[in-house]
């Protein structure tokens, strides 16, 4: 708490008053007790999120899949699981925040059915059936007084397309777009990100990612004062 | 090393001049560079068993799916992330080995195909087409100088049952059975293991798990030593 404090002295106080939702990590959808669906979102850059708004002053909640990290100082976290479980939490606790930034990797997909029992493997291949999980930036695009709100693309290929796309789509006010490539985006310390608006766009070049998090952060309090203020 | 050196002074060398190969953690199944399949397991119980062997004297090999533990001091770790790999790298160093723990989680299925990008959601389900992973244990089975084979049986149900039909099946000389329940089994640092071979079964009550795994070694090591010199 006290090195939460000294950080934060060491940042201006972009977000002072100001209260900020970042979701971070993988989610995981079980198909049996033991089995699940998951992928390869470390939490690292959500949790970087988290401190960085923390040290810019913002008062932070932090709704976190299963990572391994430890909480920032200053942040109140939440642990969920599964999509349904981060949905769910993050409509609870969006309601009156200032600035929502959805970093989790929320599975896009869940199987259909979850069995009660271990499945018993055969000798033969299996079919699995997966549906659409909730899609919260949706759900939280239709409140009637939305946050500032900031999304998140991984992409393999088409990144200031895809990013775009999402940023339009999903009617986000802002959106950072990176590179899932061999070392970069995933499980890594360092990372680039493409971050777009409507109107603009800004490079911030390979960096840890605490760094990069604190360069976000500044741009996003500039144009949510922007938006604030108009 | 020298702590390793230290614990290893505090153990009888039940296992002096033997060879151990333990398998730990879970494997990932990847459906695009993003996403996989995987499991519960933490590979706390095989990392246990790597270091209560090599405090027992013996030369130990890791081989361990992606989890967050350092590797046990004077154990070599061999790092790798699918079944297939796992499968791999235990057949290419399971020759010449005594004695062969597989303690890992390992992926019953996988996606028959694997996207080279990530996957762009669509409104509607999925359809996951699933195969069977190749079987490590009964390949090991099958060599003319098999090792000692240990396997596991993590079960919501029958677990005796269970457990004794997979000692049959894959011609195992010793597998530990446990319940995977809340709390239980999975990513916890405590475990119980019911222990059966052919012809008998000991029970090891709850307990941390490096000192279960020391239970467990010391109880191979008298059946290894007794087929051995039989």
């Known amino acids: 708490e006290l090195i939460g404090a000294a950080a934060r ?3 201006e106080p972009y977000l002072a008053g100001r209260s900020v939702l970042v979701t971070a990590g993988p989610t995981r959808e079980y198909l049996d007790p033991v089995r699940f669906l998951s992928n390869r979102s470390s939490g690292k850059m959500g949790y970087a999120l988290a401190a960085a708004a923390a040290e810019a002053g ?3 909640t932090l709704i ?7 909480p920032p100082p200053g942040v109140q976290r939440v642990q969920v699981e599964s999509a349904q479980q981060m949905c769910d939490a993050t409509l609870t606790r969006v309601v009156g925040m200032d600035i929502f930034v ?3 990797a ?4 869940r199987p259909t059915r979850q069995a009660a029992q271990k499945i018993k493997k055969g000798s033969q291949g299996l079919t699995l059936e997966l549906e659409r999980t909730p899609d919260t930036l949706e759900q939280i695009g239709k409140l009637a007084d939305k946050p500032f709100m900031v999304g998140f693309a991984a992409e393999t290929e088409h ?9 339009n789509s999903k009617g986000l006010d802002m959106i950072a777009a990176n590179w899932i490539k061999q070392g970069r985006g995933f499980e890594v310390d360092d990372n680039a990100l493409t971050v ?11 960096a840890p990612k605490i760094q990069l998090a604190r360069g976000l952060i500044k741009l996003i309090a500039e144009h949510h004062h922007a938006k604030d203020s108009a």
Do not use: F, Q
């Not at 990144?159 to 940023?167: A, D, P, S």
């Open 9 to 11: 002295l060491l940042t």
């Open 58 to 60: 913002a008062e932070v």
């Open 64 to 70: 976190s899949g299963p990572v391994t990290l430890e």
């Open 102 to 104: 959805a970093c989790a």
């Open 106 to 109: 929320v599975a896009d997909y």
């Open 159 to 167: 990144l200031e397309i895809n990013g775009r796309h999402k940023l």
């Open 196 to 206: 777009l608006w409507h109107g603009g766009k800004v490079e911030l070049p390979m």
